[in-house]
């Protein structure tokens, strides 16, 4: 029925066109953000899922800086450590040397003097981001003997979070403590066997022999010092090693924190991501739609020309 009240072909051919016109800008807005799922508005589910895993991949991205720090730290102290077991092993070698009757002990022990000068400050010098891990003083207020490096960043699936460190333990690998009630590897006290002690008479860095002569005495008081420095080049080893296990187990996390980013860089894209050729596609019939919908608009509304048509033929 033709009506110059209600234009009811018009109405149809407007709410088409509307329509055309909404989906055509949501596929411009889906283009120009690459996003199917921009806000929640789009899908309330994967937006929430979405905004959740890519706060948590800003964690992971400080949790790998951190492994690079605590690589960093690992990687000096290590090094440092492995200064000082060369600088010890040359006082041991010194040492034997002194055993031979004899040679002048005051002239090793100017070299030994030099190399115990060589040993404090190679620990001194273990410094990276204000963490020295070799010289430390335990009476500090605030001290804490066990090192944590953060390394993993996870969430269950109550929403929980857990942050996972992994840990060094300092005593095991100072070769310094400003302390007095503590001590290193370097200057603890040692007795007769060359272990730590109490009531131990020399320390790696105190011994001197200047005053040894080939008395019976003097040889057995030389040779407790060879035994003590081998301790403690045992004891650097063993501190060594730990390190080194510390270190690998670093790198590992670095290269699986850096896959799981990825991993959840691809499934919040698989959740959100426009495809851009189905888009395009979509947004070239839409715009071929819409001016098709102008067009049957414009025929509808020239409708009513046709009835002021009758009338002058009247």
């Not at 040679?103 to 273990?126: F, P, T």
């Amino acid at each position: 029925m033709d009506s110059i009240k209600t234009n009811f072909a018009a109405m149809t051919a407007l709410q088409s066109l509307q329509a055309t016109n909404k989906e055509l800008l949501k596929s411009q807005q889906r283009i120009s953000t690459g996003y199917r799922v921009s806000t929640a508005e789009d899908n309330a589910a994967y937006w929430s899922i979405s905004t959740t895993m890519r706060s948590d991949n800003k964690a992971l991205s400080t949790v790998t800086d951190a492994l690079g720090l605590g690589s960093a730290t690992v990687d000096v102290t290590y090094t440092a450590l492995n200064s000082a077991i060369d600088v010890t092993s040359e006082i041991k070698a010194k040492l034997v040397a002194a055993r031979e009757p004899g040679l002048d002990r005051g002239h090793i022990q100017d070299e030994l003097a030099e190399l115990q000068s060589q040993l404090k400050s190679i620990a001194n010098s273990a410094l990276f981001s204000g963490q020295n891990w070799l010289a430390v003083d335990s009476s500090a207020a605030g001290y804490n003997a066990t090192k944590s490096i953060v390394s993993s960043f996870s969430r269950a699936s109550d929403g929980t979070i857990d942050i996972g460190t992994i840990t060094f333990a300092v005593d095991d690998a100072k070769l310094f403590d400003a302390s007095a009630s503590s001590d290193g590897i370097l200057d603890a006290l040692r007795d007769s066997t060359g272990a730590r002690a109490a009531g131990g008479t020399f320390s790696v860095t105190s011994i001197d022999i200047s005053g040894l002569t080939d008395s019976p005495a003097d040889l057995t008081k030389l040779e407790e010092y060879i035994k003590g420095v081998n301790v403690a080049i045992d004891d650097m080893t063993a501190a060594g090693s730990s390190l080194g296990s510390i270190k690998q187990r670093i790198g590992l996390q670095q290269t699986f924190v850096k896959a799981l980013m990825d991993a959840i860089d691809r499934g919040v894209a698989t959740l959100v991501d426009a495809d851009m050729n189905e888009e395009s596609t979509k947004l070239q019939a839409l715009q071929v739609q819409q001016q098709l919908g102008v067009q049957a608009l414009s025929i509808t509304n020239s409708s009513t020309q046709n009835i002021l048509s009758l009338f002058r033929n009247g």
